[in-house]
């Protein structure tokens, strides 16, 4: 008699919820991470740094669960087989797992605890990825909020009158004992990439001066953790506990995070690719293939964008204040639908998540909760002069860059400023 835990966005021994209450169950636990192949098979480039990465973490947490005892079981299958197949193979109590918000996982996991329950075996998951989840942070009138600032002062006011702690799954043990293989990256179908990762770590000085120095992309001024929260190979209650007391403005960052995976919660239609606000999906778009092949390319004439294009490119991560100014040219200079950025950055994005990412270009085009007005478009010039005055970021990621002598801008900005302002109050009314 077994439980299993299943890891998914969590892959860390320390600090996990639903591990921290698998092992303190009676019967001793199989750990199982599973490559699904309907998640897998979408991507078309099979060198992904994601998959690499989720790889990398595995080897990792094998490691730090041999320690203990036990092993990792590695399936790349369908879950629903997988768990079909193992619960042939051992006599499974029960299943534990952590809360996912996302449509996809939110409908896998409601069948398998379905399927789960129809066997007798117990099916229980936690809230571990976030710290706020669900309906524990709403309005007096006990709706969701739609916009931030209020959001986080009753998310902080929570926080303060929570009991909230850290779980030390790391130090239980109650793991079966029993060895298994981890397919290599090749077996699963993936190449390597040869990216070099962030790392986990970063000073508490950065945090101390993250305020000052955050929007500068040439200072490189922030944690890059965000890869690690993605996939959870560290824990967002670790972080929270750093930053209080050190930075309010890095915390406003963590609790963006938490507020982008409960608007995904409570409004799933964006998920379908349709707008926060529906009226913005009136927007006539120009679409236009070759202008988005220059803004891939970081081939715009523009440097900041070109910059932040390349970047994103070679490393597979962007700089926010870029992400922000990349963006905002892609929807409101070229007028291109968000989606396709959407897209773009969920191809390339080491730290992709859905909630974040929809969030962030749904503020760009003004059509999300919160968003930037329609009407604010960010002049790349102004920003630049605000934000790389010494173009150092520039210079970083577009070598060739000279300043009187680069490519011509594809786009005039002040005919483009007109153009989208036109647009937006022809679709809106
Ligand atoms: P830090 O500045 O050190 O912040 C710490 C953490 O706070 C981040 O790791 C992240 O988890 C969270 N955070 C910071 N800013 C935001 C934000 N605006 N929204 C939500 N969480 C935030 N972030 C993603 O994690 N995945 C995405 O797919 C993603 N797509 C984005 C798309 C666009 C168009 C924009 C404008 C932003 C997007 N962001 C996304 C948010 C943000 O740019 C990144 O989280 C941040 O740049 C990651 O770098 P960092 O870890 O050094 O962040």
């Avoid at 965000?226 to 929270?240: E, N």
């Amino acid at each position: 008699e077994i439980s299993v835990f299943w890891f998914r966005r969590d892959l860390r021994i320390e600090d996990n919820v639903g591990l921290f209450a698998a092992l303190s169950s009676p019967y001793p636990i199989l750990p199982i991470f599973i490559f699904d192949p309907i998640i897998l098979d979408k991507l078309e480039n099979k060198k992904d740094a994601r998959v690499e990465f989720i790889h990398q973490s595995l080897i990792q947490l094998k490691k730090e669960i041999k320690k203990r005892g036990g092993d990792l079981v590695v399936i790349h299958e369908k879950p629903f087989e997988a768990f079909h197949r193992l619960a042939q193979q051992f006599h499974i109590k029960q299943i534990y797992s952590n809360h996912d918000y996302e449509s996809y996982a939110i409908a896998r996991d409601a069948s398998i605890q379905q399927w789960a329950e129809s066997q007798g075996i117990g099916f229980y998951s936690y809230k571990d990825q976030v710290i706020f989840e669900k309906n524990e942070v709403l309005t007096g009138q006990n709706t969701p909020y739609t916009v931030f600032s209020p959001y986080s002062r009753k998310w902080k006011e929570k926080l303060a009158n929570t009991e909230w702690r850290q779980f030390e799954s790391e130090n239980l043990i109650n793991y079966l004992k029993a060895s298994f293989e981890l397919p290599s990256l090749n077996q699963l179908g993936f190449q390597a990439t040869g990216l070099k990762f962030p790392s986990l770590t970063f000073s508490d000085e950065l945090i101390l001066h993250y305020q000052v120095n955050r929007n500068f992309p040439g200072l490189d001024a922030t944690s890059h953790v965000s890869v690690h929260l993605r996939f959870g190979t560290i824990s967002i209650r670790k972080l929270v506990k750093r930053a209080l007391g050190k930075s309010e403005t890095w915390l406003n960052e963590l609790i963006w995070r938490d507020f982008y995976f409960n608007i995904t919660f409570h409004f799933p239609y964006i998920s379908q690719g349709i707008a926060f606000r529906k009226e913005y999906d009136r927007m006539n778009w120009r679409n236009n293939e070759q202008e988005f092949e220059a803004w891939k390319n970081g081939q715009t004439g523009y440097p900041i964008v070109d910059a932040g294009m390349r970047e994103l490119n070679q490393t597979g991560f962007m700089h926010n204040r870029v992400r922000m100014i990349v963006a905002s040219f892609l929807v409101k200079h070229l007028l291109i639908d968000w989606r396709w950025g959407e897209a773009y950055f969920a191809e390339k994005l080491l730290d992709f998540d859905f909630s974040s990412n929809n969030g962030g270009w749904q503020w760009a085009a003004g059509s999300g909760c919160d968003a930037a007005p329609y009407f604010r478009v960010f002049n790349p010039y102004l920003q630049t002069q605000k934000f790389d005055k010494d173009l150092t970021y520039i210079r970083k990621w577009v070598p060739e860059f000279q300043e009187f002598h680069y490519p011509k801008p594809i786009v005039d900005h002040e005919f483009a400023r007109k153009r989208v302002l036109t647009a937006y109050k022809e679709a809106l009314g």
